[in-house]
């Protein structure tokens, strides 16, 4: 349980580290756009790990 939340804190550190690079550093679009994708990439895999355990076998 602490090591999955560790791991669900340090994936959203890196979505935070990279949404607060990509703003300050003032990139070009194509850099934006790259940072964005690492981010949904991100969520996503949170989103699909969540839902695997919100559904179970009715009995």
Known sequence: MILEDTSRAHKWACVQFI?????LAN???SDLKLALSLIA???HQENEETE????????
């Not at 949404?19 to 703003?23: G, H, P, R, T």
């Not at 695997?52 to 009995?59: C, D, P, Q, R, V």
């Open 41 to 43: 990439d991100l969520a």
């Open 19 to 23: 949404a607060e690079v990509s703003l």
């Open 52 to 59: 695997s355990n919100i559904f179970y076998e009715a009995k």
């Open 27 to 29: 990139c070009k679009p």
